[in-house]
């Protein structure tokens, strides 16, 4: 059975309830350890009423503070960065094969001036190795080529060279022989009609299956039908352009079930793709888990694949 | 009960089995008078092994020719123009309230020297009117602020005063007090930290409010979340700042339902939203009819509440 380093997110938010909710059927998958300590673990039971598991395997990490629900804070943010760090330390240890995360605050890393946006940039920079992003369930899985950039600087990244070497470092990753890749424009440019950046796509598709000897990528597709049913009957996973590309429909589609993969070649990391639900948190309204349990089968999956 | 002129689309392809197949239950929703030539008619038929039905009102129009199913050609491609011209001149003379297109063949038109793409842009010339493209069921409307241009210059339409218009327009024209409006970058902008656009929708969406003296534009939404559940409950109306940003989780979700309208203060015309089908013509495939009537029936809520 593998080992998952889970990193328990803001502990003012609902990551701590969801671990909680989830353990039971989380140990049936694998060994999960939590990385919060036991006061911080005994204290978040008493807000949320709940018992501590007594075979909750846990890591200390991080400096104890008072959890204020809902409360953007310094110190929580500080915590859910140690406890990150812990669980990342985890797997580079070999202690854990992969490292799943729960939802941690932007706004209060920044407040405990912690120079990283989010999970994905701080692994990047941690581990030194830049990950390609891909979110979804086992239904769809969309890869983003461009994401948090302006829509207007997409096509500035979409060149045949940038675009072939992603291909297949993705292939490389993901180890799938099937992968569809959309195009950029409407009608996939309708012939070179509506932008050439759809021929281009075309032309690095082509050069990346050569260097693989197998057609494993498809496309460019007509980006509107691309999530329509005869597609996603023959694909699973989706190359897109940029960011709503491929989140208007996996959103759309899958908004719950979804997850936030970070493909690199060292650390295996998935994360739930909600966040901190400051709102909802400690008022026992039972958070789902969909999200939180597809990230820990797929950090399995991938764990075992590699 | 509403008179709508029906334009039979390219008779190479599946329109006649569409209209054939549909009359019954279209003739209890309305009056409709299919632009064909008798001859044109019994042709059909006869390739698609039906009965010319007894009641079905026809207009004559455009030159016979022989009906080659699933070709492209000159002749069948003048023959759709005419029908759609002459369709649209019994709305113009108010002998019927509203226009419904079957599919025509664009390579057909082009064959036949009509300078026009398709049917838009050939009746924004005709009735000397600029239209907003509305695509979508009766679950989901998206309403494109740009379309056919390359995804690179979606950006640059993107400014305050055009948009304002575009509201304000829309509202004439619609008729509905509840629309929503997407963003146009990642998150909607995160607040400015990912383009500026999102700002500019923002004022846009308050300056029409404002004239309105109601708040008829919500937003800007979020893109990828814009189409979950708690959207879709809110609201019928999206306006999409471009082609796929509305038509991805459009035919994602409603692919086979979906029809067009070209929303213009002269002539209200719908659209099947689906192509002539030339592999599936005459083959007795059954093509479905689900665009076919959401088209009559939005030509008909169109009509009666103009």
Redesign the interface.
């Known amino acids: 059975m593998k080992t998952i380093a889970i990193s328990i997110g803001d502990l003012n938010g609902i990551g701590l309830e969801i671990a909680l909710d989830s353990h039971e059927e989380v140990q049936k998958l694998c060994n999960p350890i939590y990385c919060i300590s036991e006061t911080m673990l005994t204290w978040g039971c008493a807000l949320l009423g709940k018992e501590v598991p007594k075979d909750f395997n846990i890591q200390a990490c991080g400096k104890d503070f008072e959890i204020q629900p809902g409360v953007v804070s310094k110190e929580s943010g500080a915590y859910s960065f140690e406890s990150f760090k812990q669980a990342l330390l985890l797997v580079q240890n070999k202690q854990a094969q992969a490292l799943v995360t729960l939802p941690i605050h932007k706004e209060a890393w920044a407040k405990a001036g912690i120079a990283f946006k989010g999970h994905t940039d701080a692994l990047e920079e941690l581990i030194q190795s830049k990950a390609i992003m891909m979110l979804g369930c086992d239904k769809l899985f969309t890869i983003l080529f461009t994401?948090?950039?302006?829509?207007?600087e997409?096509?500035?990244h979409v060149k045949k060279k940038a675009l072939k070497k992603f291909f297949l470092k993705l292939y490389n990753l993901l180890n799938i022989d099937n992968i569809a890749v959309l195009g950029?424009?409407?009608?996939a440019?309708?012939n070179g009609v509506?932008?050439d950046?759809d021929k281009k796509i075309a032309k690095a598709i082509k050069k990346a299956n050569k260097v693989l000897q197998k057609d494993v990528f498809k496309g460019p597709l007509v980006?509107?039908?691309?999530?329509?049913?005869q597609n996603t009957q023959n694909f699973t996973y989706f190359v897109c352009m940029?960011?709503?590309?491929g989140?208007?429909?996996?959103?759309?589609?899958y908004?719950e079930e979804s997850i936030n993969v970070s493909l690199n070649d060292k650390v295996i990391r998935t994360s739930v793709d909600h966040g901190t639900a400051f709102d909802i948190a400690y008022k026992s309204k039972q958070p789902t888990n969909v999200s939180y349990l597809n990230a820990i089968k797929e950090a399995i999956r991938l764990s075992e694949s590699h």
Chains 1, 2 share one sequence.
Do not use: R
């Open positions: 994401h948090h950039i302006p829509l207007k997409v096509s500035l950029l424009n409407p009608h440019g309708d509506i932008g950046e980006p509107d039908t691309a999530f329509c049913k940029y960011h709503d590309q989140l208007i429909p996996l959103k759309t589609l908004f």
